[in-house]
């Protein structure tokens, strides 16, 4: 007859073993993506539309899976949004990004990356000091980092004034993003100092196109130029749209026209050839 010892930790070990292959829930399962710093950075080139010369990119964040697949971020950043797991995600972003590019951005001042901040980055307004402590010996300026939050970051208007202040004291340049989805109220866009304004690519879609959202495209462009906001369309996919948008004075653009997120060696590759040109 075994030690009752003996079955006991034989019992343990199987328990153990069937623990560890049983399916995680999806949380469980980003909770240690997070622990295993599983998140990457790719980088979506932005174009200064009239000579066409890359300036920046914008830092858009993909989950590296063990097996070597991508998630998007569409299907896990609501749910890191929810759980309060995003804050550890914008951290191994910022590092990323100063990894991956610090020794390009401080070769060329005039470069820069915009990172998406979640609302909860901006009403706390932590993410401030991380992005500093990253910056800290990498030689990349505060100026060259800019910060995009959609309208939801800007809803609480006392903290979100409170941390883009502290931003632009600081250096950063702040874009309100995708704009025109959400439930922006005119006034509080007006009363915060913001200093871009990123069109959604939903709009960018209707151009040329006879729809009802299309005739609201250079209305939001009038929005920015009476704001005095740079602005950036996002999404521009055929050449008919850039030339439109051109016509109207918006300075900036990204889009599959021009390329898609790129893994860092390949920005730098594209970013290398448009200075060329
Ligand atoms: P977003 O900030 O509006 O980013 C633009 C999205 O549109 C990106 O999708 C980009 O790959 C895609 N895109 C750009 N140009 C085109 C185009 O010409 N055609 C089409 N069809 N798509 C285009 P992605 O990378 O899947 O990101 C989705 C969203 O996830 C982002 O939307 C942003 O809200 C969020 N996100 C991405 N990275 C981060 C991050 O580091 N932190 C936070 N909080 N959110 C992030
Ligand atoms: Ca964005
Ligand atoms: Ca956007
Ligand atoms: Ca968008």
Redesign the pocket.
Known sequence: LLPLGAIVAALMVGLVFWLSRRRLSPLGELSIAVQRREFI??Y?PLIEMKTGICVGA?????WRRPDGSLV???TF?PL??ESGL?QA??DQ?IGGVIKDLGPVLVADRSLHIA????AD?IKSGRVLPVIQAALANSGVLTEQIWL?A?ERGFMDVKSARATIEEARRLGHSVAI??FGTGYSSLQYIQDLPLDAL?I??SFIDTVGLVSATSAVTPHIIDIAKSLNLYIVA????RQEQADYLLARGVQYG????YS??LPAPEFIAFYNDSKRV
Do not use: F
């Open positions: 950075v790719h979506q914008e830092a858009l964040v993909r998007r971020p569409d950043i890191a949004e995003i995600i914008t972003v990172i998406n901040l979640s980055d995009e959609t993003d995708d990123k959604d690519k996002e999404g521009i996919e990204q889009g599959w026209l898609k997120a």
